[in-house]
């Protein structure tokens, strides 16, 4: 069994001397994993850094087997990253959520075109790590939603109206408004304005960790703890870089 297809790298684990096992996430073939020849020594270490774009082809005598790819390096955000821990810190968040939510060899397209979007916000764009974490939180709205664990964030749960939507219950995933919340709001989630339409540049600090929060919870419950693991630590870590921020 092969196949081509373009991915980004998501991790590279050493495997023996200089070998690797390489995981991406593909439009076509979603999160995958192969062994790479070579993949950490001198003339390749570099093309399987987190983040890079690749040109790859999977093969293997079994279509359950590991399977093996063969790489070219299209294109590397890091250059313009390097110096910008921020960034980094974001990047690493990112692509630890995509390998710890998603199963092996399922499209995705939704969620690698959100994982795409971020790659070039992270490299092009200005910005902050509280804008960065507003859209990681996105990114997490679509992978709960590819699921089958998609949140209502339209209208409220209560009224059923669109307008000044504020929480989300934990037991639905529902959006409540800010007049039917209001009573019961220590018992619900907050809903920041980005999640619902606003910008992300708008994002503050407290915004970003909101979203998270929000996104961690469900993820927490629906994912992660069915799977016996839990939030990535580089999602963690980026979580407490906003913290920072904020304070």
Same mark, same amino acid.
Request: aromatic letters at 6%; hydrophobic letters at 45%.
């Given at each position: 069994?092969?196949?081509?297809?373009?991915?980004?790298?998501?991790?590279?684990?050493?495997?023996?001397?200089?070998?690797?096992?390489?995981?991406?996430?593909?439009?076509?073939?979603?999160?995958?994993?192969?062994?790479?020849?070579?993949?950490?020594?001198?003339?390749?270490?570099?093309?399987?850094?987190?983040?890079?774009?690749?040109?790859?082809?999977?093969?293997?005598?079994?279509?359950?087997?590991? %399977?093996?790819?063969?790489?070219? @390096? $299209?294109?590397? &955000?890091?250059?313009?990253?390097? =110096?910008?821990?921020?960034?980094? #810190? *974001?990047?690493?968040?990112?692509?630890?959520?995509?390998?710890?939510?998603?199963?092996?060899?399922?499209?995705?397209?939704?969620?690698?075109?959100?994982?795409?979007?971020?790659?070039?916000?992270?490299?092009?764009?200005?910005?902050?790590?509280?804008?960065?974490?507003?859209?990681?939180?996105?990114?997490?709205?679509?992978?709960?939603?590819?699921?089958?664990?998609?949140?209502?964030?339209?209208?409220?749960?209560?009224?059923?109206?669109?307008?000044?939507?504020?929480?989300?219950?934990?037991?639905?995933?529902?959006?409540?408004?800010?007049?039917?919340? %209001?009573?019961?709001?220590?018992? @619900? $989630?907050?809903? &920041?304005?980005?999640?619902?339409? =606003?910008?992300?540049?708008?994002? #503050? *600090?407290?915004?970003?960790?909101?979203?998270?929060?929000?996104?961690?919870?469900?993820?927490?419950?629906?994912?992660?703890?069915?799977?016996?693991?839990?939030?990535?630590?580089?999602?963690?870590?980026?979580?407490?870089?906003?913290?920072?921020?904020?304070?």
């Amino acid at each position: 069994m092969e196949w081509q297809d373009e991915g980004i790298v998501l991790s590279a684990s050493r495997l023996g001397e200089a070998d690797a096992v390489l995981e991406v996430m593909t439009p076509a073939h979603g999160r995958v994993r192969g062994f790479v020849k070579g993949g950490l020594g001198r003339r390749n270490k570099a093309n399987l850094q987190v983040g890079n774009r690749l040109s790859v082809t999977w093969y293997a005598r079994l279509e359950t087997n590991l %399977g093996r790819f063969t790489i070219e @390096l $299209l294109h590397s &955000p890091l250059g313009q990253m390097m =110096g910008e821990g921020a960034r980094i #810190s *974001a990047l690493s968040a990112v692509t630890a959520v995509v390998s710890s939510t998603l199963p092996e060899r399922e499209a995705h397209a939704s969620v690698f075109e959100g994982l795409e979007a971020i790659l070039n916000l992270l490299e092009h764009e200005d910005g902050t790590a509280a804008m960065w974490g507003a859209a990681l939180a996105r990114l997490e709205v679509a992978v709960l939603a590819e699921l089958g664990y998609g949140l209502d964030l339209t209208k409220c749960a209560g009224t059923g109206l669109g307008e000044n939507l504020a929480f989300v219950s934990p037991k639905t995933g529902r959006a409540v408004s800010l007049e039917a919340g %209001g009573p019961y709001k220590e018992k @619900l $989630l907050p809903l &920041p304005a980005f999640m619902t339409g =606003g910008k992300l540049v708008d994002a #503050s *600090a407290d915004d970003a960790l909101d979203g998270l929060r929000l996104t961690g919870y469900f993820l927490e419950r629906n994912v992660w703890a069915v799977h016996a693991s839990q939030q990535p630590p580089a999602r963690e870590r980026f979580i407490a870089s906003i913290r920072r921020q904020s304070a």
